[in-house]
């Protein structure tokens, strides 16, 4: 995937401007962002906050701006739409009007576009607000689909169809795309049909947990590792030969992976909150009496359904590490002793 530089930059500002430029479109009952293909080639204004020097204060002050870029051409949007259609990087939404063509950005495209981060060339329009990046990922994790079975959600739904708690959950998280999102994203390999998908273990974003291993060879979408539990296999030592892997179709795969994205945003985020706190009562910044209420605070402020998500992504990071990692082990405490979630 993505290896020569041009193909690569222009891949990404196909993917950035479906994400900014699009619009919400039906398809049944279920709501998408998506972007009709005549869109490609037009201006379109995006706003941005950016810090300019006040001289009347002295001091630096946010700013609302509003810029115009001219979309990539609709030749070469068509050009690179077969291959980002095959990678499912991109998908096609197909509404009432068959004469219209939407395609939205999938769960998988955001990762490329997210990992595309790290490449200064790569950035030719703004950065998308956090709010694009989570609404997209809600229409797929809430999308009806076949059942599937899953070893990481086990039958479970985790996502709300309140609209406002999602603007709740981006000022909940307070975060940087450009920074912390990136961290919950990073374990994508963007040369290879395989890749693993992580949680953190706190603070230090190098220590991950593999929790699902994707295979996306020969076109189909196979999950072949959840929770470290790998298909028999004799060639492998660590094997389950109960487990067998999860094959899934073009829906199946956006909605496993939507979901997988949100709830380790949720659980990464706190965790890593849940360790700062720990560091600063180390530093000394927070003192012990007070620490407390700290977290179970923050727990108690939590809509209901993040608190389930932390709670089952914890109790499945605990069982990986065999109970042995003790940020793991007191976060996991915490949760299980606030009396506003149950075990």
């Not at 809430?142 to 996502?159: C, W």
């Not at 909150?273 to 007070?290: G, T, V």
């Not at 977290?295 to 605990?318: G, N, R, T």
Request: net charge positive; aromatic share 12%.
């Amino acid at each position: 995937m993505l290896i020569r530089t041009n193909s690569r930059l222009r891949r990404t500002e196909i993917l950035r401007f479906s994400l900014l430029a699009s619009e919400t479109v039906w398809r049944g009952r279920t709501p998408f962002y998506a972007i009709n293909s005549n869109r490609f080639e037009k201006p379109w204004e995006f706003s941005y906050k950016a810090k300019e020097y006040n001289d009347e204060t002295g001091k630096m002050v946010e700013m609302n701006k509003i810029i115009t870029r001219e979309g990539p051409s609709r030749k070469i949007f068509m050009k690179y739409l077969p291959e980002l259609l095959k990678e499912k990087l991109l998908t096609r939404i197909k509404t009432s009007d068959e004469r219209s063509k939407y395609y939205s950005i999938t769960p998988l495209g955001i990762c490329h576009l997210i990992k595309s981060a790290e490449d200064d060339d790569a950035i030719k329009y703004p950065w998308p607000e956090r709010q694009f990046i989570i609404y997209t990922l809600q229409t797929f994790a809430a999308q009806n689909v076949k059942p599937y079975r899953s070893l990481i959600f086990d039958g479970q739904k985790f996502i709300s169809y309140d609209a406002n708690l999602w603007d709740d959950l981006a000022k909940w998280l307070g975060i940087s795309l450009r920074h912390q999102i990136v961290h919950v994203f990073s374990n994508i390999d963007l040369n290879e049909k395989k890749f693993k998908f992580s949680i953190t273990t706190g603070y230090d974003m190098k220590n991950k947990i593999n929790i699902a291993t994707f295979n996306l060879e020969n076109d189909q979408l196979v999950i072949i590792n959840e929770l470290n539990k790998v298909p028999f296999n004799k060639g492998i030592f660590y094997s389950d030969t109960e487990y067998k892997s999860l094959e899934l179709n073009d829906e199946q795969f956006h909605n496993y992976l939507a979901n997988l994205m949100i709830c380790s945003l949720v659980f990464d985020s706190s965790l890593a909150e849940f360790d700062m706190d720990l560091i600063r009562i180390k530093n000394k910044k927070i003192r012990k009496k007070d620490y407390a209420n700290t977290e179970f605070e923050k727990i108690k402020h939590h809509p209901e359904y993040f608190k389930k998500i932390l709670l089952v992504l914890s109790k499945h990071a605990e069982i990986m590490v065999n109970r042995q990692h003790e940020l793991i082990y007191k976060y996991r405490k915490v949760v299980n002793e606030s009396q506003f979630i149950q075990n």
